[in-house]
C-alpha cells in the first residue's frame, strides 16, 4: 500500500502562532489527500479534501480560513492552523486514497496550544 | 445519508477468546466497508475490506469480518484474542473519495 508520512509527530506551540503540519506521500502520487481531526477518544472527523493544484474542499462548519491547505504537489500536501488557539488542541491525521480502495494514513499529529 | 453504526463503545475479551467487535452499515448501492485499527497516538492501520465476491474476508494479524447483507452488518472477529491487539478499531465505508467512519470501538484483551 502507500506510504503516508506526516511530520511533525507532536508539536506545541503558543495561542496565537501558525503551525504547519506536512503529509507526504512516498511511493504513490496523491491528486487528493484528506485531512482528519479526532478528538480523544472520538471517531475521526473529516476537516478537508485537498485537491493538486487546487482549492481544497472543506467540510461543513470547518472554517477555511483557520485551517489553510496547500496540495502544491504529488506527494505534498500541508495544514497550517493559523492563530492557534487551545481549542484547537487534538490530533490531525492526514491519508491518501483513490477511487474505492483502503485509504493509507499518516501516523497524526499531536498539536497542543499553551 | 450513508452511515456506519457502531453499536459497542468498548469490548472486552480475555486473551485466547475469540472476539467480535460489531459494525453496521447504512448504504444506498453496493457497500464498501473497511476495518481499521488504531493505537495511542498513532494513524490508522488498515485491516481489511469488503468490495464484492466472498462474504468472508481475511485480513491482517489474523482478523476477519463477515459481510451480512440481509442483516446490514460486516463485524469484525478474530478467533483467538491477543492483549497486543488492544487498540481502538473503526468500522469505515466510502462512496468514490470520502471515508466515513464510525464512532470507533475499544477493545480491550486481558490477560
Redesign the interface.
Known sequence: ?AV?S?HP??VICKSGTSVKIECRSLDFQAT?M?WYRQFP????M?MA?SNEGSKATYEQGVEKDKFLINHASLTLSTLTVTSAHPEDSS?Y?C?V?T??????????T?LTVV | AQSVAQPEDQVNVAEGNPLTVKCTYSVSGNPYLFWYVQYPNRGLQFLLKYITGDNLVKGSYGFEAEFNKSQTSFHLKKPSALVSDSALYFCAHTGFQKLVFGTGTRLLVSP
Open positions: 500500500g503516508v506526516q509527530s507532536w487528493t484528506f477518544k472520538q471517531s475521526l473529516l479534501t490530533f491525521i491519508s486514497k477511487g474505492r480502495t483502503e485509504a493509507f494514513f499518516g501516523q497524526g499531536r
